[in-house]
């Protein structure tokens, strides 16, 4: 496991305060710590948000004005970057990335293991729901056949048999809708012939 990053903030002010010293800290001891093999974050005081590719940047043109002066033409930090290969530049750059993406990794595994918890629960109450509509509607349907066949065996002529199965038809179909059940196309083409 790679080693927590030292916290740097940047304020408003472009002042830097290095949380691990409880003091400010200067780019150039900034470019001492990266020699030294430390890795650092540096972050906006009241965003959050990661600034350590910019004030790196911001080291790396400060350390070649101050080469520039100091050593001859060619021989700044930006060179010697480049001659050292992309190591120092992975090691101080890419592991804080590295960090931030295997915490997103993990944060989008548990949301999706989350969502599918949750849509399986969902599943289940649905289909329990269904169930016991159902068994309602049959018992219904049961109930609504029992009077069909007293009314028909109570009343003589066949109008009023009629009218009771147009009432009994009306109810049913409100209890249906109601209930949300389709009637199919073949049940209704039975009803009508």
């Given at each position: 496991?790679?080693?927590?990053?030292?916290?740097?903030?940047?304020?408003?002010?472009?002042k830097l305060y290095?949380?691990?010293?409880?003091?400010?800290?200067?780019l150039e001891e900034i470019a001492g710590l990266i020699r030294d093999g430390e890795a650092l974050r540096i972050v906006d005081n009241v965003s959050k948000e990661d600034l350590t590719s910019v004030t790196l940047a911001q080291v790396l043109v400060e350390e070649e004005k101050r080469q520039k002066r100091d050593e001859p033409?060619?021989?700044?930090?930006l060179r010697g970057m480049l001659e050292q290969g992309s190591e120092l530049l992975n090691r101080t750059l890419g592991e804080p990335v590295q960090q931030w993406r295997s915490t997103v990794e993990d944060s989008v595994a548990r949301l999706?293991?989350?969502?599918?918890?949750?849509?399986?629960?969902?599943?289940?109450?649905?289909?329990?729901?269904i169930d016991q509509n159902t068994q309602a509607l049959e018992e219904l349907q049961a109930r609504l056949d029992e009077r069909f066949k007293h009314a028909v065996g109570a009343v003589g002529p066949l109008a009023q048999i009629q009218r009771e199965l147009t009432t009994l038809r009306t109810r049913l179909d409100r209890i249906e809708a109601h209930l949300g059940i389709v009637e199919h196309d073949d049940e209704a083409s039975r009803d009508d012939g």
């Open positions: 496991m790679q080693p927590t990053p030292r916290i740097v903030k940047r304020y408003a002010n472009r290095d949380t691990s010293t409880s003091s400010y800290i200067t033409r060619g021989a700044g930090p999706l293991r989350t969502g599918e918890d949750r849509a399986q629960e969902k599943r289940q109450h649905l289909q329990a729901w």
